[in-house]
């Protein structure tokens, strides 16, 4: 079936590091892909999003491209800051007749001073 | 951006009681609405999808007679938690699909039970 894998965490970087969340799916079809974050004791915030292959999406200085080769949407950003610190979950849009998001199982981003 | 708007967002009740978790969107109908369950340190897992006018689809193990689903408005689902237990203690968060068939969901702020 339809599935997002992420890297476990927690990630734990200093301020001002450069940021890798690996993300890779399995979908049948051509699926949409999406960055959600979730900041403690809130709900989920859509950070970025692509549609079709070789799509890059950004927000807040991070990015991620959509790769059909390697299956994969890792989230990146050249330079943390504490404020980042948040649980991060890459998801995928299966159409079953309505629009249900896949999620991985998320990965904790720790961002010190 | 839309808004979707859970209430309430934290809920403490006894054991054997149901409670009701309301899920609004505000600025925007919303034919199909999302029910999600989220355990510590896990990811959200899909409870059920709640169709305006009509029967929630559950997800397989979620038991509906529990998990009662009512979308009876195209800005209002509501998720009633019947009886419940310690183990039913979760973060539940709903997400709403703009009826224009945007990809995009818009979430609520989650709603933190705590059963005692």
């Known amino acids: 079936g339809d599935s997002v894998t992420q890297m476990e965490g927690p990630v734990t970087l200093s301020e001002e590091a450069f940021l890798t969340i690996n993300c890779t799916y399995t979908a049948t079809g051509y699926p949409s892909l999406f960055w959600y974050v979730q900041y403690p004791g809130e709900g989920l915030q859509l950070l970025l999003k692509?549609?079709?292959?070789?799509d890059k999406g950004s927000n807040k200085g991070f990015e991620a491209t959509y790769r059909k080769e390697t299956t994969s949407f890792h989230l990146e950003k050249g330079s943390v800051q504490v404020s980042d610190s948040a649980v991060y979950f890459c998801?995928?849009?299966?159409?079953?007749?309505?629009?249900?998001?896949?999620f991985g199982t998320g990965t904790r981003l720790l961002v010190s001073p | 951006g839309a808004v979707v708007s859970q209430h309430p967002s934290w809920v403490i009740c006894k054991s054997g009681t149901s409670v009701k978790i309301e899920c609004r969107s505000l600025d925007f109908q919303a034919t199909t609405m999302f029910w999600y369950r989220q355990f510590p340190k896990q990811s959200l897992m899909l409870m059920a999808t709640?169709?305006?006018?009509?029967?929630?689809?559950?997800e397989q193990g979620v038991e509906k007679d529990k998990f009662l689903i009512n979308h009876a408005s195209l800005t209002l689902s509501t998720l009633t938690v019947t009886s419940a237990h310690p183990e039913d203690s979760s973060f539940y968060i709903c997400s709403a699909e703009p009826m224009k068939g945007d990809t995009e969901a818009f979430f609520g702020q989650g709603t933190r039970l705590t059963v005692v």
């Open positions: 709640s169709n305006e006018g009509s029967k929630a689809t559950y």
């Open positions: 998801a995928l849009i299966v159409n079953t007749g309505f629009q249900k998001l896949v």
């Open positions: 692509a549609t079709k292959a070789d």
